[in-house]
């Protein structure tokens, strides 16, 4: 059977997610691997939390904010923007590819480039392979 | 006994819309067996009235502790169904709404499992995060009763009217030296042909007059901060150098005034002198020197004007003065522009004297415009005999210029050729189109009767290109109903350029944090159910810095905003949304990490050196908490914990 990826995605509720919505009530389909969970602000999302995912046995995890400059909270993406960079800096050294992070910016009116956004990275990490935490018992 | 959640899900089909894709029934029954979840049930339409019901009865009979509507965005229902437990007397924030339309069936195929998959995923998250919710009540606060408009075209000036009518203190700032808009520079309005001065110009000596309205002409705004019932403003008032008591628009400064230079008002078809009134009629009803074409105050170099002036109006002294006030609501009225016709390379880069654009043709029409109202053209002075009417100039036109529909231009095109028509009883008119759209209460009347009665003619078909020759603008086009190429001798083009959101979207966006869509016009909170609010708390939007819009429509608009702003200040208190930070005090270690996180100001380290939130500044975000090094922090129902369990849910097995 064909490899595939489980993901996880963190939408900001003002940009993110309403681009998601968009992207629904266009009907831009794309592949169902990614699982969202809205959380009221891009700058929410604690890496700690990107980690958890993958010990979870997560093969990809996508955040997503508003473009710089455009955040409903002024600049709770500029932390993430800093934060997700540094987090990458270390994946190396829990034996994760950094690739299986991406950090986007979709706006409410991006729903084309959300459905887009999730096509590729699902393409992505199957070409990446499953994590290698997704068969440790947890 | 420790305290054990018993959760409703409630799956709604939305018709066919989800349970085309997912299978709800199933899901139904897969759900039950899921920690902590007691009851579940599917049902056709659960925002209706039956399906509200469904949700009371099972919480009262359940017993249910929380519940989880899975069903649209929580940006279409949420506050329903929030509204829905309450009257069964369960706290609001326990509903959440898992979202299993716009971001799962409406975009994955129908045909496989795997969208009842990824619901029932996006289901068991929703159950983790709401069973650990906590009960909350929001914080109730006070609030300005003023409120802002911005932009004092028709749109703002109806909006300040509704608002100072309902009781409340306005203050409208326009940035021009008089308000009006786009509006006072039309000659007549569609369909109906009222002189458009005549209906303008009442309501703007009420905005002058009304006791409740506080109009600030070329004035600015320059910052705002705060939140939705406390927003603080900033306002430059620039110095006109004019005392508008004072001055009794004799004229005799303008006279005397040395310098020429473009008339704004008159679309650069005329001149104005450095001291200038824009038109007579203008509110407030006073000169202003425009210091940019003045020969130079500082040092004085003329001083002609002040000369003249016999009733001591002019003062070379004035400075900007600044003005801070607070406002419970702010409308944003910020109006449009022309897209510039130096950008159509089809239609001569704007270098042509005898090209002109639509707002311009009403200055030539304009019984108070440059020519008295008789069209005659800019080069040379002639009445035109053959006029070239061309329409979706810079609209409809992805791939050059703008793809969307400026609206209004099917119709003042239609306008501008009966009344040149009028003007002019031999001259030809000629009309190139590519749709007519005419979609408002007796306008598609109106453009037949221009078609049969004033015998313009219509060509279906794009002008190719446009050159001059011997006085003449050649103008190629092709018609498309007979099928044949059209080269006309025009004395005269008018283009119907594309409406574009004028500067102030831009700059208010930026003052209020508002979202603007891919063409730049404010972005409403729903296209359809929110049109007049933005998604920033207490800023609504009038007229044409939405979108594309006729006078009715502004009018409308205005009407509209003012409503949700009468709406809003009329309320005792507000209630300020209570998902804010939280402080562990026993796990801050008084680093003060968060206090620079936070963009509201809402952190502090208190005199026992650990972190304290101020509930009424704190708008939620988390940022802080996801920076808190000890994990002090915590956002309310969006937790740690929450979004661990989320996330374990989502992954599944």
Redesign the interface.
């Known amino acids: 059977m064909e490899f595939e990826p489980k993901l996880i995605g963190f939408l900001c509720k003002w940009c993110s997610s309403a681009g998601a919505d968009l992207a629904g009530v266009s009907r831009k389909s794309y592949p169902p691997n990614l699982v969202p969970i809205t959380v009221n602000c891009s700058g929410r999302i604690d890496v700690s939390q990107i980690v958890k995912a993958f010990k979870d046995g997560a093969d990809g995890v996508l955040v997503s904010g508003c473009h710089p400059g455009d955040c409903h909270y002024t600049s709770g993406n500029y932390k993430t923007w800093r934060r997700v960079a540094l987090l990458k800096h270390v994946l190396d050294d829990f034996g994760l590819d950094p690739d299986r992070v991406r950090l986007e910016w979709i706006s409410a009116t991006e729903g084309e480039k959300f459905a887009q956004t999730v096509e590729d990275f699902t393409a992505e990490i199957k070409e990446l392979g499953p994590g290698p935490f997704r068969d440790v018992k947890k | 006994m420790a305290f054990k959640p018993r959760i409703g899900v409630f799956i709604c089909h939305c018709g066919e819309n989800i349970a085309g894709t997912v299978d709800v029934s199933n899901l139904a029954e897969e759900i039950i067996g899921y920690d902590n979840v007691s009851f579940s049930t599917d049902y056709e339409y659960m925002c209706s009235d039956p399906g509200q019901n469904k949700i009371k009865e099972a919480i009262e009979e359940e017993n249910l502790t929380g519940v989880v509507v899975a069903a649209c965005?929580?940006?279409m229902h949420e506050d329903t169904f929030r509204r829905v437990v309450e009257e069964a007397d369960l706290n609001r924030y326990q509903c959440e709404i898992a979202?299993i339309?716009?971001?799962?069936s409406?975009?994955?195929?129908e045909g496989n499992d795997?969208?009842t998959?990824?619901a029932l995923?996006?289901i068991k998250?929703t159950v983790e995060k709401v069973k650990r919710n906590v009960s909350m009540e929001p914080v109730e606060r006070e609030h300005s009763d003023k409120c802002l408009v911005i932009g004092g075209g028709i749109a703002g000036i109806q909006a300040a009217l509704d608002v100072a009518e309902a009781g409340n203190e306005v203050i409208l700032v326009e940035k021009s030296p008089t308000i009006g808009g786009h509006m006072a520079q039309l000659s007549e309005t569609f369909p109906t042909l009222d002189c458009s001065q005549c209906i303008l110009t009442p309501k703007m000596v009420e905005v002058n007059q009304h006791p409740n309205i506080e109009l600030m002409a070329y004035s600015e705004v320059r910052g705002i901060s705060g939140y939705v019932g406390n927003y603080r403003a900033r306002i430059e008032r620039k110095p006109t150098y004019v005392d508008a008591d004072a001055c009794n628009l004799c004229g005799d400064c303008e006279e005397v005034c040395p310098v020429e230079v473009t008339d704004e008002f008159n679309q650069g078809l005329d001149t104005r002198k450095a001291i200038n009134i824009p038109f007579s009629q203008a509110i407030p009803s006073s000169y202003t020197l425009d210091t940019e074409a003045c020969l130079g105050l500082n040092p004085l170099r003329c001083s002609e004007c002040a000369e003249a002036c016999d009733a001591d109006a002019i003062n070379f002294d004035q400075t900007s003065e600044y003005v801070e006030e607070e406002f419970g609501a702010i409308i944003a009225a910020t109006g449009y522009d022309l897209y510039p016709k130096e950008k159509m390379g089809e239609y001569g880069y704007g270098e042509y004297d005898d090209v002109i654009d639509g707002l311009q043709f009403e200055r030539l029409l304009s019984a108070t415009g440059p020519t008295g109202g008789e069209v005659r053209r800019p080069s040379d002075g002639k009445v035109p005999e053959n006029v070239v009417f061309i329409q979706c100039s810079g609209s409809r036109d992805p791939e050059n210029h703008n793809s969307y529909c400026s609206k209004i231009c099917c119709m003042y095109t239609a306008k501008h050729a009966k009344l040149y028509r009028e003007t002019v009883p031999d001259g030809n008119a000629y009309v190139f189109y590519i749709d007519i759209r005419a979609g408002g209460k007796d306008y598609e009347e109106f453009i037949q009767n221009v078609r049969e009665e004033d015998r313009v003619l219509y060509l279906k078909g794009k002008v190719s290109k446009l050159k001059k020759a011997d006085g003449k603008m050649k103008v190629w086009g092709l018609d498309e109903i007979s099928g044949e190429r059209v080269e006309i001798d025009a004395d005269l083009v008018v283009l119907a350029q594309s409406i574009i959101p004028s500067e102030g979207a831009e700059e208010t966006s930026e003052h209020l944090?508002l979202?603007l869509?891919?063409n730049g016009f404010f972005?409403e909170a729903h296209p359809k159910l929110r049109p007049v609010e933005s998604?920033?708390g207490g800023v609504f939007y009038a007229g044409t810095g939405q979108g594309p819009k006729d006078i009715p429509d502004s009018v409308s608009q205005g009407s509209g905003a003012a409503a949700k702003a009468i709406d809003l200040l009329a309320k005792p208190t507000l209630s300020h949304d209570p998902?804010v930070v939280e402080i562990d005090e026993d796990l801050c270690s008084g680093c003060g990490l968060c206090v620079g996180?936070c963009?509201?100001d809402a952190l502090d380290i208190n005199s026992k050196g650990v972190a304290e939130v101020n509930e009424l500044l704190c708008?939620?975000?988390?940022?802080c908490?996801?920076?808190c090094p000890t994990n002090a922090l915590s956002?309310r129902n969006?937790t740690?914990e929450q979004?661990?369990e989320?996330?374990?849910a989502?992954?599944?097995d």
């Open positions: 965005s929580p940006s979202n339309r716009e971001q799962c409406w975009v994955h195929g795997r969208p998959e990824k995923k996006i998250g944090n979202n869509g891919a972005k998604l920033t998902q996180q963009p509201y708008e939620g975000c988390g940022t908490a996801s920076g956002l969006l740690d979004l661990t989320m996330i374990h989502h992954i599944g």
